[in-house]
């Protein structure tokens, strides 16, 4: 290859990793698609929030306007796909930074949170529990992003069966770690679906509140992607029934 072209390819390298971003604008409900924006509170801008402390870490914040004011329906045991893509525009064509900049290595997880009604405006004092995680597989290698970016933004996330039926707020959010050796440093991107769970049961999981559940000194909010080999993702242990 030519030097010319060589330099061309890292000047594009390192403009894409200081743009890696992305943005959960989407939802699939048991393999059916909702369509972009329709149920998700879409952040207008796909920049992180790296502060622990500001209530931006619960939901993301300044949303395309007008919010959805669908709550999708979900029959407990079912599959909902969150779907990520480069910008809060969604899919809109080949981008190698889409869903997000491969380099951009973290884990993606998902919380749920109890709410009167789905479609409100405040999100203070919600208590979530976690559902879903995937961080860094110690035979794979392949982090929760990786498969983010395998499967072309989708994550396919089970609403534990043993759910109380009622509407929730679904928090998905993927971490990236690329430059988080100290705090603050990692990046977080996440958005809120709004759901109804239908059927269900009786379950009680143990809760935490955002912000609060990750601090700076929390494991896995620090790492070094270029050296660690093994992880554990922030937050609580996974709900299970
Ligand atoms: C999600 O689940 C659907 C339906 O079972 C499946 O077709 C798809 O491959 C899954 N996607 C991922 C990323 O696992």
Known sequence: MQPSFLKLVSLLLAASSVSARTVFSAITVNGVEEGHGVAVRVPTSNAPITDLTSSDIICNTDFIQPVSDVVASVPAGGVIAAEFHHTSAGYVGPDPADPLDPTDKGPVLAYLAAVPDATQTDVSGLEWFKIFEEGLNPSTHQWGSD????????????????????????????????????????????????IEVTGGGDAAPETVSFPGAYTSTSPGITANIYSDTTYSPPGPAVFTC
């Open 147 to 194: 498969l983010l970016f395998i499967n072309a933004g989708y994550v396919n996330i089970t609403i534990p069966s043993c759910l109380k039926a009622g509407q929730y707020l679904l928090r998905v959010e993927d971490i990236s770690l690329a430059d988080a050796t100290s705090y603050p440093g990692a990046q977080f991107y996440m958005s809120c679906a709004q």
